[in-house]
């Protein structure tokens, strides 16, 4: 990349302040965001494993790209508006002044490595599969005509003169664009509205999966935009901007009018990485980073295409080419009538992990419940339910039923503020009570609790999940759920509907570990207990998807300077540093990546042989602990508890196929490859039954 001369702080960039950078080589913890990156590593080095199949590989880069999309979108914003880094974090990146500049060094990297994985490794072995992605010379002439035809239908937007000066508050730049250099100046044309309406993979005329990438015809056509002038060049960009929708409120009025608004605020949210070809010329390209107030570490070339965030919507569907296929198994005791259902929960408790288990199990639960004449009311938290939704449709249902149903939906859900208001509309307007958020948190908790009435008896019912109540991602991602009768559990579930109706302002809970109330102190305890009490026989097992607290680290550490041994399975990021000499020696740290994502929460405390088995929603982060609402359920069922602990939490820790091992340096290992061994979520969709 070029060096560009940096503007001075004007309106534009005023929020482009320089953070502070301390070395520290012996640091106590690591980068967050360097850490993350290095997740997104971990999850290309499965687009490169040539173990998966080929399709699923075009689909782990798909994610990469997405997960930096998102990455860029949310994290980087922060940086350019003055977040710092702190003093004690263990320096991995040598002459970086600043984050944004520390995060450049190891993202070009990253992204440049995609693009080499996907023209150099995947585009060939497709190719040898008879999946072809063209050239516009590569096509025959009648071809070209057929293009240039559907061209001469599109309506373009041209940004030059005084609005490519301003282009910084333009609505209609994000994503991808086309910059054009004539011979009476430069202008920008935005093309994303047109591959989002038409698809990013052009088949080309009656050939079999064969592709072209639209913006390749696009920049073929747009000179003829430019009749009376000579074009120099046509070069495709792509931008992405700052996420942030500014719903820093509690009202519920005014969260719902900033995601009304939202597509009217994209001009005010800061662009934050602009993407170009590595043979763009920089000339060209210096006036357009100008016009953006971007300064360089946000400007990012490498190799064609750009945005390989689309292949996550590959169109070819080869099933040879995809993970076998499997048959995902009820949970026991979750199938029959509404009477069969609850009297299976009433004499013990039921666990559902999938996407091993279908999902279909907490549907029929939820189904049970709404055609139930004996049930009299349901509540439920919702956060992320995706566009299509069996959960909503039996909210529903029970409340066409009589039933008093009360949804607690978060509008504050990143990247899904617009389809929780939707489904929050779709609840009102079919009689269920929707309380919106909580104030001052996020509510990430996933519970539902359903009360009936037996011989004159309240009873009630709980299922209390480590993922979304989303029947799309359940299929994708591993999460579990308990469903439990127990009262204590319970009657702990039907205090936190309690405050969230605002009947109850200060919950005391007997079972249920809640945030942001005590969880924090509560896990602390329980590691002191475990180094205090037990020394080197305790032991502790947190599987997260991210652990970045310090008050959570600090007291690992001080367990581990006491001998308790410790096991973290952390698929993201990971700040601890583990294996340092009278810091963290008895700490160790794997990452599982592979078919499904990672998405359990499970805590595991020894107890001097007593253990304790919790599962819930949330991560190990000052944001789950300090500013959301979530649950952690103890597990109480003595047959389940056994389950998790002999079957399933051994298989996450020490995965020998898909678990990479975390060093005290910031490397993560993998395994290393031997025939024939399987990888805990091969296992697991083998050993469905186990925990029947």
Same mark, same amino acid.
């Given at each position: 990349?070029?060096?560009?001369?940096?503007?001075?702080?004007?309106?534009?960039?005023?929020?482009?302040?320089?953070?502070?950078?301390?070395?520290?080589?012996?640091?106590?913890?690591?980068?967050?965001?360097?850490?993350?990156?290095?997740?997104?590593?971990?999850?290309?080095?499965?687009?490169?494993?040539?173990?998966?199949?080929?399709?699923?590989?075009?689909?782990?880069? !798909?994610?990469?790209?997405?997960?930096?999309?998102?990455?860029?979108?949310?994290?980087?914003?922060?940086?350019?508006?003055?977040?710092?880094?702190?003093?004690?974090?263990?320096?991995?990146?040598?002459?970086?002044?600043?984050?944004?500049?520390?995060?450049?060094?190891?993202?070009?990297?990253?992204?440049?490595?995609?693009?080499?994985?996907?023209?150099?490794?995947?585009?060939?072995?497709?190719?040898?599969?008879?999946?072809?992605? *063209?050239?516009?010379?590569?096509?025959?002439?009648?071809?070209?005509?057929?293009?240039?035809?559907?061209?001469?239908?599109?309506?373009?937007?041209?940004?030059?003169?005084?609005?490519?000066?301003?282009?910084?508050?333009?609505?209609?730049?994000?994503?991808?664009?086309?910059?054009?250099?004539?011979?009476?100046?430069?202008?920008?044309?935005?093309?994303?509205?047109? *591959?989002?309406?038409?698809?990013?993979?052009?088949?080309?005329?009656?050939?079999?999966?064969?592709?072209?990438?639209?913006?390749?015809?696009?920049?073929?056509? @747009?000179?003829?935009?430019?009749?009376?002038?000579?074009?120099?060049?046509?070069?495709?960009?792509?931008?992405?901007?700052?996420?942030?929708?500014?719903?820093? !409120?509690?009202?519920?009025?005014?969260?719902?009018?900033?995601?009304?608004?939202?597509?009217?605020?994209?001009?005010?949210?800061?662009?934050?990485?602009?993407?170009?070809?590595?043979?763009?010329?920089?000339?060209?390209?210096?006036?357009?980073?100008?016009?953006?107030?971007?300064?360089?570490?946000?400007?990012?070339?490498?190799?064609?295409?750009?945005?390989?965030?689309? *292949?996550?919507?590959?169109?070819?569907?080869?099933?040879?080419?995809?993970?076998?296929?499997?048959?995902?198994?009820?949970?026991? !005791?979750?199938?029959?009538?509404?009477?069969?259902?609850?009297?299976?929960?009433?004499?013990?408790?039921?666990?559902?992990?999938?996407?091993?288990?279908?999902?279909?199990?907490?549907?029929?639960?939820?189904?049970?419940?709404?055609?139930?004449?004996?049930?009299?009311?349901?509540?439920?938290?919702?956060?992320?339910?995706?566009?299509?939704?069996?959960? @909503?449709?039996?909210?529903?249902?029970?409340?066409?039923?009589?039933?008093?149903?009360?949804?607690?939906?978060?509008?504050?859900?990143?990247?899904?503020?617009?389809?929780?208001?939707?489904?929050?509309?779709?609840?009102?307007?079919?009689?269920?009570?929707?309380?919106?958020?909580?104030?001052?948190?996020?509510?990430?908790?996933?519970?539902?609790?359903?009360?009936?009435?037996?011989?004159?008896?309240?009873?009630?019912?709980?299922?209390?999940?480590?993922?979304?109540?989303?029947?799309?991602?359940?299929?994708?991602?591993?999460?579990?759920?308990?469903?439990?009768?127990?009262?204590?559990?319970?009657?702990?579930?039907?205090?936190?509907?309690?405050?969230?109706?605002?009947?109850?302002?200060?919950?005391?809970?007997?079972?249920?570990?809640?945030?942001?109330?005590?969880?924090?102190?509560? *896990?602390?305890?329980?590691?002191?207990?475990?180094?205090?009490?037990?020394?080197?026989?305790?032991?502790?097992?947190?599987?997260?998807?991210?652990?970045?607290?310090?008050?959570?680290?600090?007291?690992?550490?001080?367990?581990?300077?006491?001998?308790?041994?410790?096991?973290?399975?952390?698929?993201?990021?990971?700040?601890?540093?583990?294996?340092?000499?009278?810091?963290?020696?008895?700490?160790?740290?794997?990452?599982?990546?592979?078919?499904?994502?990672?998405?359990?929460?499970?805590?595991?405390?020894?107890?001097?042989?007593?253990?304790?088995?919790?599962?819930?929603?949330?991560?190990?982060?000052?944001?789950?602990?300090?500013?959301?609402?979530? @649950?952690?359920?103890?597990?109480?069922?003595?047959?389940?508890?056994?389950?998790?602990?002999?079957?399933?939490?051994?298989?996450?820790?020490?995965?020998?196929?898909?678990?990479?091992?975390?060093?005290?340096?910031?490397?993560?290992?993998?395994?290393?490859?031997?025939? !024939?061994?399987?990888?805990?979520?091969?296992?697991?969709?083998?050993?469905?039954?186990?925990?029947?």
């Amino acid at each position: 990349m070029g060096k560009t001369e940096k503007p001075g702080k004007t309106e534009k960039n005023k929020y482009q302040k320089k953070s502070t950078r301390f070395p520290n080589e012996s640091g106590r913890y690591f980068n967050r965001e360097l850490s993350w990156l290095k997740f997104n590593e971990r999850v290309l080095y499965e687009a490169e494993n040539t173990d998966n199949p080929l399709l699923e590989r075009v689909t782990f880069l !798909g994610i990469v790209a997405g997960n930096l999309d998102e990455f860029f979108m949310v994290r980087v914003p922060s940086y350019q508006k003055g977040a710092t880094y702190s003093a004690d974090e263990f320096s991995e990146v040598i002459g970086s002044d600043t984050q944004l500049e520390m995060i450049y060094s190891r993202a070009i990297v990253l992204m440049r490595h995609m693009a080499t994985v996907w023209n150099s490794d995947l585009v060939p072995k497709l190719a040898a599969e008879g999946i072809f992605f *063209l050239k516009y010379a590569d096509c025959t002439d009648e071809e070209k005509k057929t293009f240039k035809r559907e061209f001469e239908t599109e309506e373009f937007t041209i940004l030059r003169g005084d609005r490519f000066s301003d282009i910084h508050h333009d609505e209609y730049l994000r994503g991808f664009a086309m910059l054009v250099q004539t011979n009476m100046g430069r202008a920008v044309i935005p093309i994303q509205k047109i *591959l989002d309406s038409k698809g990013r993979f052009v088949p080309v005329g009656n050939r079999k999966n064969t592709f072209i990438f639209r913006e390749d015809l696009l920049k073929k056509f @747009i000179p003829s935009l430019f009749l009376d002038e000579a074009v120099y060049a046509v070069m495709t960009v792509r931008l992405t901007r700052d996420s942030d929708l500014g719903l820093k !409120g509690d009202d519920a009025d005014d969260l719902i009018s900033a995601i009304i608004d939202a597509p009217n605020t994209l001009a005010k949210r800061l662009p934050s990485r602009l993407e170009t070809l590595d043979t763009m010329p920089f000339g060209y390209m210096a006036p357009l980073v100008q016009a953006l107030s971007l300064i360089p570490e946000l400007v990012y070339d490498m190799a064609a295409p750009l945005g390989l965030v689309d *292949l996550k919507e590959f169109p070819v569907k080869r099933p040879p080419l995809r993970f076998p296929p499997y048959i995902a198994s009820l949970p026991s !005791g979750l199938t029959g009538t509404s009477e069969k259902i609850f009297s299976a929960i009433a004499r013990r408790d039921r666990f559902m992990f999938t996407p091993y288990n279908s999902f279909d199990g907490l549907i029929n639960f939820m189904y049970a419940a709404a055609n139930d004449p004996t049930v009299v009311k349901i509540q439920m938290t919702l956060y992320r339910l995706g566009s299509e939704s069996p959960v @909503i449709a039996a909210l529903i249902a029970a409340a066409k039923n009589n039933i008093d149903v009360t949804a607690v939906v978060e509008l504050k859900a990143s990247f899904d503020e617009e389809t929780n208001f939707k489904w929050a509309t779709k609840l009102k307007e079919g009689g269920v009570n929707v309380i919106v958020g909580y104030p001052g948190v996020k509510v990430h908790a996933k519970c539902c609790l359903v009360t009936r009435i037996e011989n004159g008896q309240i009873v009630r019912y709980a299922n209390i999940s480590t993922g979304n109540y989303n029947a799309k991602t359940a299929k994708i991602y591993s999460d579990m759920s308990i469903f439990t009768a127990n009262e204590e559990i319970c009657s702990d579930a039907a205090v936190l509907f309690a405050m969230f109706s605002g009947s109850v302002p200060s919950p005391v809970y007997r079972r249920i570990i809640v945030s942001p109330h005590s969880m924090n102190e509560t *896990l602390i305890s329980k590691i002191e207990r475990e180094a205090n009490v037990s020394g080197s026989s305790g032991r502790i097992i947190m599987k997260m998807n991210s652990l970045t607290d310090r008050d959570i680290i600090n007291a690992l550490y001080a367990a581990s300077e006491k001998g308790v041994k410790i096991d973290l399975s952390v698929r993201g990021i990971c700040i601890l540093r583990p294996g340092v000499p009278g810091l963290s020696e008895t700490i160790r740290v794997t990452s599982v990546v592979g078919r499904f994502l990672e998405h359990t929460r499970v805590y595991y405390f020894e107890n001097s042989g007593d253990p304790e088995v919790y599962i819930g929603s949330p991560d190990m982060m000052p944001r789950n602990l300090n500013r959301r609402i979530e @649950i952690l359920c103890p597990i109480l069922d003595k047959k389940i508890k056994k389950v998790l602990i002999e079957k399933i939490i051994p298989e996450f820790i020490y995965d020998s196929v898909k678990g990479h091992t975390l060093d005290a340096n910031g490397r993560y290992h993998p395994p290393e490859r031997k025939p !024939g061994n399987l990888s805990s979520q091969q296992k697991f969709i083998s050993m469905q039954k186990v925990w029947r």
